[in-house]
């Protein structure tokens, strides 16, 4: 299994990571807003992370 990663894409399709890169940023574009401040709730997330050392959460 690959990682969803821009260096696994390129190589999947042949391309270089810049290539990949740029074109991400030209469909997501369409998708992102602009903000002038942020919103008064902001959610946050846990998660464990993928090691075996003890104590391993991360949080987002």
């Known amino acids: 299994m690959h ?3 821009f260096k ?8 270089s990571q810049t290539t990949v890169i740029r074109r991400f940023d030209r469909i997501s574009s369409i ?4 903000f002038e401040e942020l919103p008064k709730v902001i959610a946050i ?6 090691t075996n050392v003890r104590n ?3 949080y987002l």
């Open 3 to 5: 990682g969803k990663n």
């Open 8 to 15: 696994d894409t390129a190589a999947q399709f042949r391309t």
């Open 31 to 34: 998708h992102l807003k602009e």
């Open 45 to 50: 997330d846990e998660y464990r992370g993928d």
């Open 56 to 58: 391993n959460t991360r």
